[in-house]
């Protein structure tokens, strides 16, 4: 039978290597952009503001890993950069606000400076207002109701939006679900978590998957998991 000949690697003409993403099912002659962060899910009063606490604790700020963040928001060209903080944001439901407040207090006591951010006042959407309160503080802790509130205003009166986040942190996270339409308030919620610029994103959930596997689709945006955040237009919604 005839015997196929393959020239010498020398003469073989040059190719950039290619990386398989088994997730898209797809080749990609770019490498994929690095995740730090993830989904911590696991059931209720098993310890996740607990681990969160100790994973804030252990991770400090690094000026020069936020300096390299992965999901710098940028807002439009007349826009000033994000400010770095060494903060970590930690949004959560109405409910769970105090909640928070207590735990970090009994796990942690005072090692962690705490800042709550209502975002309902009118004074926190003013476009010189002090940022020091973000600066100085190790954790941030504002609602979703907050950010939904503050969406409809552009950002020199969002002042979650003025800061590079050293962590973002979404508790409860299956209130992010996958965009639906602009008349939903929910999804107004998912594009404001989205446009938090940040170093690392977290995800925590107890039941981070609803009715269907698509509910997924808006965390894994927050989180910037390719193939699934390249392919969601933001304008869209």
Known sequence: SPRIAFPPPSHRPHS?????????????????????????????????????????LANPYSAAASASGRAVVSHGAN???????????????????????SEISKCVGDQLTVHVHHGHDA??????????????????LTTYEALRMEAPYPWVHRALLKMH????????????????????????IAKACSELSRTHSWCMSGTPVGSVVDDLLGQLIFLG?????????????
């Open 225 to 237: 998991v390719e193939p699934y955040c390249s392919r969601w237009d933001p304008s869209g919604i």
């Open 123 to 140: 004074t926190e959407r003013r476009p010189n207002r002090d940022l020091s309160c973000f600066i100085e503080a190790d954790v941030v």
């Open 165 to 188: 986040w050293w962590r973002v942190v979404l508790d409860e996270s299956q209130r992010v679900p996958r965009p639906a339409g602009a008349a939903s308030a929910m999804t107004a």
């Open 79 to 101: 826009g000033p950069s994000p400010q770095a903080t060494r903060a970590s944001l930690v949004v959560v439901p109405v409910v769970l606000l105090e909640q928070w407040k």
């Open 16 to 56: 950039p290597p290619y990386r398989y993403n088994p997730m898209a099912g797809e080749l990609r002659a770019e490498p994929l952009p690095m995740v730090t962060g993830g989904f911590l899910c696991e059931e209720m009063g098993l310890g996740k503001t607990v681990e969160m606490c100790s994973l804030i």
